[in-house]
């Protein structure tokens, strides 16, 4: 079903003209970019809290498969 979703969106905005369909191109790509932003920034959160707290360790490669 989703497939046939998505081809008809397709079929839709190829209807456009270009510069509508370089409008949702460039929309969608902003938009795709700030979700991708916001990810990073709670990765980095989380990261930031395990540091805080001490929820991490440090060594080399051979120390972690070690542990493992």
């Given at each position: 079903?989703?497939?046939?979703i998505i081809n008809d969106i397709l079929q839709?905005?190829s209807s456009l003209s270009l510069d509508e369909?370089?409008?949702?191109?460039?929309?969608?790509?902003?938009?795709?970019?700030?979700?991708?932003?916001?990810?990073?920034?709670?990765?980095?959160?989380?990261?930031?809290?395990?540091?805080?707290?001490?929820?991490?360790?440090?060594?080399?490669?051979?120390?972690?498969?070690?542990?493992?």
């Open positions: 079903m989703q497939e046939s839709n905005v369909q370089d409008f949702i191109v460039q929309t969608f790509s902003k938009r795709i970019h700030e979700v991708r932003r916001n990810e990073i920034a709670e990765r980095a959160k989380e990261a930031e809290y395990n540091y805080n707290t001490g929820n991490v360790t440090s060594g080399s490669v051979s120390d972690l498969m070690k542990k493992l």
